[in-house]
């Protein structure tokens, strides 16, 4: 299945790429309004005020960094997949599989389900493998 010539499979490309940034927006979420010195969002350090934050807020922070360390992977399992000429409706499948387990994922986080989240990541990670091999 292609749209605007891509692949399913490349589609899910850019948007494995937004979820770190989803993430971020989350972990910010609310605090732009809030004036610094009452603990909103510090833009100027921004790095350091996410350090501060606990709960989800420190979760969703986590999340990111976790998707921005799963991005390159998941990038060269897609296109090394499409090189070696993959079944086409299987990567898709797989593609968007990952994507709906990596969703599961930041969800399991920011709930603090980390059983759950585990396990989702170990799923996510087996299917970016097969990808890669398929």
């Known amino acids: ?66 998707s921005f360390e ?11 997949a499409h090189q070696l000429g993959a079944f086409q409706t299987r990567l898709d499948l797989m593609a968007f599989l990952y994507i709906v387990l990596r969703l599961m994922y930041i969800l399991f986080y920011l709930a603090d389900m980390a059983t759950l989240r585990s396990l989702v990541w170990a799923v996510a990670l087996a299917v970016n493998i097969a990808i890669l091999f398929i």
């Open 70 to 80: 799963a991005l390159p992977f998941y990038i060269g399992a897609v296109i090394i």
């Open 1 to 66: 299945m292609t749209f605007a010539g891509l692949t399913l499979a490349y589609w899910t490309v850019p948007v494995a790429a937004l979820l770190p940034i989803v993430c971020a927006g989350l972990a910010k979420w609310g605090m732009f309004a809030k004036p610094h010195r009452e603990g909103g969002f510090d833009n100027h350090n921004p790095r350091a005020w996410l350090a501060r934050q606990g709960d989800w807020r420190a979760r969703a922070n986590a999340a990111q960094a976790n």
